[in-house]
């Protein structure tokens, strides 16, 4: 099938051989290479398609993003549209990353602005989470996965910012979490330390200084924090924090005879720290304090997840 990514057609479905779409006559191939097949997601400024790349012999998927304004407030479209491209500068400077989708184009056609990324084949860690809650193993080898890709795009100076559920895939070729969905990462530079960031982001996933328009690698360290709480108890997230005592309280949302090891509680609750200066600072700090943990443990008493701790039924 061939699907028509103009916003304003009625019936987008066509035949796979076909060039324009039946239904508004738009041009069903993206530069004359990508081929849309069938919608993956949207957002407040644009769609995600399934899309194949009939330049390659081999016709591999990819994943292709449009930007649209439609009727919106000229400066909050011209500021999604910046965000829009820092997704590539972001993508293109990150992408060598196994762990972060490549970025494979970028182009404008009939003023709607395009990215073309690897398209990443796997449930998001969301519809993991809808099948089951994660166990103790679990969340160890998520931390050691995923921490490494944020010390790397922080070593970068990017934050990414929206880190939570919906935005990690676990890739079905070999388990890996990717972090996707980077049109809201921060590039830091000296003086964008120094002055209020866009409040942009999952409220429920939130950093504290995030909220006021500040943004740190903490703040992602944070989300990470509060994504582990999530999956191992399914309680939207603030349900389970107390603003008048500013702690969470995950512990008492764990499923019955759920019981979690003190290293990693502790680990956990300082991931959670609502004062920056009690929290983590870096990925690396707390890739120091879980390979101490886990020597600490005795090597019977924690066999990290497996492949096949993550089979997702469809």
Known sequence: MSYCVNPKCQNPQNLNTAELCLSCGSNLLLRQRYRPIAPLGRGGFGKTFLAVDEDIPSHPSCAVKQFYFYDRDPEICSKALDLFRQEAICLDELGNHPQIPKLLACFEVEHHVYLVEEFIDGPTLKQELDQSVYNENQIWQLLQDLLPVLQFIHDHRVVHRDIKPENIIRRQSDHKPVLIDFGIAKVLTDTALLRPATLIGSQDYLAP???????????????????????????????????????????????????????????????????????????????????????????NSISLAKSSDYSYSH
């Open 209 to 299: 200084e995030q909220m006021r328009g500040k943004v740190f690698p903490a703040s992602d360290l944070y989300s990470l924090g509060v994504t582990c709480i999530r999956m191992m108890t399914q309680v939207p997230p603030l349900d389970m924090y107390d603003g008048n005592s500013e702690r969470w309280w995950w512990r008492e949302y764990l499923p019955k005879r759920t019981s979690i090891s003190n290293e990693l509680g502790e680990i956990l609750d300082k991931l959670l720290k609502v004062h920056l200066n009690q929290r983590y600072s870096f990925a690396v700090e707390v890739l120091q304090d879980i390979n101490a943990a886990l020597k600490i443990r005795s090597p």
